[in-house]
């Protein structure tokens, strides 16, 4: 399976993403609700948007493999929020940062949106990630 990520020339730049993904492979993988909750349901990083978005993408990490994809495998990632402002991007750039190297996160990202919600799954909840995979 082969993911060929860009940005052609006339998008926005920088951004630490590129605006487009193609794909080409018959499986697709769709990994969805991922919050920062451990293995038995326990909040993690409450109050902490960093911490949050580490532990989401890890479980996103896990929910790929069991699929038998990663992350070099993803041709979108969506993430939720709650209560979005333009300063909370440094911190939530500090997650992915995080844990980039560890779940062989590609840079740039692969195309993503932050999408700013009223409420998710619990109160303590501040992100939910969404990732798009394709597999041979």
């Not at 993408?57 to 992350?71: C, E, K, V």
């Amino acid at each position: 399976m082969t993911v060929q990520t860009f940005s052609p020339e006339g998008m926005f730049q920088p951004v630490p993403y590129h605006h487009v993904s193609v794909a080409t492979g018959t499986t697709h993988v769709h990994v969805a609700g991922q919050i920062a909750r451990d293995a038995s349901g326990e909040p993690v990083a409450t109050g902490d948007l960093a911490g949050q978005v580490a532990q989401a993408l890890r479980n996103t990490a896990r929910g790929l493999a069991g699929a038998g994809a990663d992350f070099s495998d993803v041709v979108r990632l969506r993430f939720f929020t709650t209560g979005w402002r333009p300063d909370l991007m440094e911190p939530f750039l500090a997650g992915i940062d995080r844990v980039a190297g560890e779940l062989g996160i590609p840079t740039p990202l692969p195309p993503l949106s932050v999408i700013d919600v009223a409420h998710l799954f619990e109160p303590d909840v501040l992100v939910e990630v969404e990732a798009y995979a394709v597999l041979d």
